[in-house]
Every structure is written in C-alpha cells, then in structure tokens.
Nanobody, 123 residues
C-alpha cells in the first residue's frame, strides 16, 4: 500500500508565503510524476503544478512566477513553495503521485492521492 501525507497548510495573509510538503510511504519501486492539485469551495479540482522524476516542471498559468514545485527523490517527497499568495489561492491542496509498484514485468502503476491540506489566504 502506498500513502501520501501532506503538511504545511494553514492561514496566511495575502502577500504571504507557505510551503507545502508531501511524503510518500509504503512499498513501491519508484515514483514517476508528482504534483499538486487544489480544489476551492464549489469548484472542480484543478492542476497547480507537476514535476517529473527528472525535475521537469509544469505550472498552471494562475500560479506561474509565484509558486515553485520541487522534489527530493531520495526522500520520496515533493514540495510546493507558495509566495505572493492571493485570496483566490484559498483551497484544499492535494498531493498526487504516479507510482511504479514493481521492478519486474509486467509493469504496474498506481495513481495515489493524499488526503489534502487546507490553505486559507485572507485579504
């Protein structure tokens, strides 16, 4: 079983910063892409940022230049540094990972989600 556990959410004023962390644990061979998604009240879940195992990143237009995603492959962790936060960034933030379960063939993959961490930005 593979688990993702997020931490670092909280209440911050507009213009402030927060850093989210996500730790993967369990039995698996490797982790491919990791990412952060968010869901605001009454809205659909949306992509915030993703990062490949090689470090290539992708960001939603709404967070480009303000948020930075990074990962530590040795620790099986992914981070999201959020700067210049806005009230519209308020949401539950979810960690996501595409995990390869075994080293042998046939290859087996699993998409895993964390339980979410709440980020509230006050105006």
């Amino acid at each position: 079983q593979v688990q993702l556990v997020e931490s670092g959410g909280g209440l911050v004023q507009a213009g402030g910063s927060l850093r989210l962390s996500c730790a993967a644990s369990g039995t698996f061979f490797s982790i491919n892409d990791m990412g952060w998604y968010r869901q605001a009240p009454g809205k659909q879940r949306e992509l915030v940022a993703t990062i490949t195992s090689g470090g290539s990143t992708n960001y939603a237009d709404s967070v480009k230049g303000r948020f930075t995603i990074s990962r530590d492959n040795a620790k099986n962790m992914v981070y999201l540094q959020m700067n210049s936060l806005k009230p519209e960034d308020t949401a539950v933030y979810y960690c996501n990972a595409n995990v390869r379960l075994t080293s042998t063939f046939p290859r087996r993959y699993l998409e895993v989600w964390g339980q979410g961490t709440l980020v509230t930005v006050s105006s």
